[in-house]
């Protein structure tokens, strides 16, 4: 059953091991409707995998978590229905049209033929490409085939998206530009839960958490850890974590 308490995603003691190598290490936090909830780390440090096993997509060795209200245990077909998601890879299939890439994804959802139609004209109206509709995905810039694919990950309207590292490889202006449409869809009231490896991009989440092998080390809004820390941006938070913690 549904439960709804004003928090979109609920995590206590989640772990996932892989044989004897421990991935995500009993971590606990709690993400509020409506929040850009930040998941920083380096590359390994279990921020995806943690991610994953909230998605539903992959199970968790012990813990509990609930998501839109979920279980991930036992309810993780609903919680794939309730959510967005977008991939390191965009999660775009270069070899189709920008128009069947959107209606493919439509109908991944389970929006309705007028559902999709409709949907299809407001986002090709919306990034100009109503005249490129029919071509490839493989011919866009980088920068487009990134906000189209966080628009399709939120074309059903989820309560919350989840996005991961989703500004790799990507210039500093098209990353600030992304990060404009996570804003106008926060403010439609989506919940975001971002993983991400640039330091910076801490400061534009509502709270943030720092994993460091396996377990969450630090979490709160960026200026109350800047002060917790005695920093000036994350990106010392960081390193002062990744030396052993000492704040």
């Not at 709804?4 to 509020?32: C, H, M, P, W």
Request: aromatic content about 10%; proline content about 2%.
């Amino acid at each position: 059953m549904k439960k709804s308490n004003g928090y979109s995603i609920e995590v206590s003691n989640l772990t996932k091991k892989f044989g004897d190598f421990v991935a995500v290490d009993s971590i606990s936090f709690q993400v509020k409707k409506g929040e850009i909830f930040g998941f920083l780390g380096a590359n390994g440090a279990g921020k995806s995998t943690a991610m994953r096993m909230l998605c539903g997509l992959l199970s968790p060795t012990s813990g509990e978590a609930t998501v839109g209200g979920y279980d991930i245990f036992s309810e993780t077909e609903k919680v794939k229905r309730s959510i967005g998601y977008m991939s390191q890879k965009f999660s775009l299939y270069e070899d189709l049209t920008i128009g069947e890439n959107i209606e493919f994804y439509g109908g991944i959802y389970g929006l309705s033929k007028l559902q999709i139609k409709e949907k299809t004209e407001q986002l090709l109206e919306k990034f100009q490409l109503t005249e490129k509709r029919k071509s490839l995905i493989s011919s866009l810039p980088l920068g487009w085939k990134q906000k189209l694919a966080f628009s399709v990950a939120i074309v059903h309207n989820p309560e919350i998206v989840f996005l991961d590292e989703p500004t790799g490889g990507v210039d500093p202006i098209t990353r600030r530009q992304f990060w404009e449409l996570i804003y106008e869809a926060t403010n439609s009231g989506v919940t975001v839960f971002v993983t991400t490896h640039y330091m910076d991009e801490a400061e534009y989440c509502d709270r943030i958490s720092m994993m460091s092998e396996g377990k969450i080390m630090a979490i709160g809004s960026p200026r109350d850890l800047k002060s917790e820390y005695s920093s000036s941006n994350v990106d010392e938070i960081f390193v002062k974590i990744a030396r052993g913690g000492g704040k």
